[in-house]
Each structure stands twice: as C-alpha cells, then as structure tokens.
C-alpha cells in the first residue's frame, strides 16, 4: 500500500484559514444572537406599552408614568445594551484581525526562514503587519476598498477604546467626521459621539472575512 505523502505547508495554511474562518463565524453568531435577543425585547416593550395604552383608562398623571417607565427601559435597551454590544463587537473584530495578520506574519517569517521578524519591525497594529507581508515577505498586499474600509474602522476601534466613542477627544475629529459622513451604518449623537447601527457591524465582518481571504490567498502562493 502506497503511504500518502502530506504537504506539511499547505497542511498548516489550510488550519490556519481554517481556524480563522471559525472564529469569524463564532464572532458573527454571537452577535446575531445578541442582536436578536435585544431587537425583541424592544419589540416586546413597545407591545406591552399599547396594550398598557389601549386596555386601560388612564389619566394624564397615569399616562406620564407610562410613558416615562416605557421610555426609560427603551433607552437601557438601545443606549446602554445594544450600544456596549455593538462596540464591543467593533473591539473583538478588529482584535481578530490584527491577531490574524500577525500570525500569519509570524508563520510566514518561519516557514521562508525570514531574518527580519514582525516585532522588529517599525509600527504597530494592522499597518506594521502589512508593512510586513509587503516590504519582507514580498506579498503582493490587496490594496483594495475592504482595506480602505479597514482603515476606517481601525479609527472608529480607536475612538471607541480611548474615548469611549466621543470623537472630540478623539487625536482627529475632522477625520472622524468625515468617516461618519461618509460611512453607512454610523452616525453622530449630539454631534460627537459615535452611534453604531448593525448594518456596519455586518459590513465590518464581511470586509474583515473578504481582506483575510485575500490575503490568505495572496501570502499561500508563493510560499
């Protein structure tokens, strides 16, 4: 019987994407579940306040205590709940991938045998680690929109962790306006503080899956 020979390299590569493609996926279904979980508890508040509403007599003085008690647990839900997942979800994508591409560097500094290593390189985060694989490993990087895209949420994340998403503390708060303006999914409450809506956490997901991908393929040709 003929033993199968293992490419050790493209053993590891396809773990590594693997590995990636899980935690993305687990990323993604933690959120949905979060989002969902959330979204029908608002769902069910603004039923339970018409039914309060339509079943019952209520005097003015009555109504106002409704209305506030209704109003209050609404803003818990949207502006306390949903805004801390949402951030946090900001925080663990873009960790993921800054994690990914160093990783990724570091397998690629090892396998080429590689005299300069990712922490001897000049930067720091997701640029140091493209830096890296274009300047060293002699990876055609994907200059690409979910770059770009990257870029701004590497802003955004930035915000969120050394301001608590209020962009006039923020070291540019032109640039970050201008990325709000001009960003779907994100917008400014009392013109300042980020409000993000899950439309960008999903867009956020799909260019970091779509980039890696990319890169993945790009750094697996030629090593």
Known sequence: MKKLKIDRDKMIQSIIKRRTKHKLEDVEQYYEELETKFQRDKKRLSKRYDEKVENGKLNSETK??????????????????????????IVTIYSLLEISLNDLCRYLCDSKK???????????????????????????????????????????????????????????????????????????????????????????????????????DKSFEIV
Not at 65 to 89: A, G, W
Not at 120 to 144: H, M, N, Q, T, W
Not at 177 to 205: C, H, K, M, P, Q
């Open 64 to 89: 106002y205590q409704l209305d506030e008690y209704f109003s209050e647990k609404h803003y818990v839900i949207e502006n306390i709940f949903l805004k801390t997942v949402r951030y946090s979800m």
């Open 114 to 216: 590689l005299s300069l290593s990712l922490e001897e390189s000049s930067g720091d985060g997701i640029k140091r680690a493209k830096l890296y694989l274009a300047k060293v490993c002699l990876i055609d990087f994907p200059e690409s929109n979910e770059w770009n895209e990257i870029l701004k949420l590497n802003e955004i994340r930035n915000c969120i962790v050394h301001t608590q998403g209020d962009i006039e503390f923020a070291k540019s708060p032109e640039k970050l306006r201008n990325i709000v303006a001009n960003t779907r999914g994100i917008e400014l409450e009392n013109d300042r503080f980020i409000r993000i809506d899950s439309e960008y956490i999903n867009t956020a997901l799909s260019n970091t899956k779509k980039l890696l991908e990319m890169v993945y």
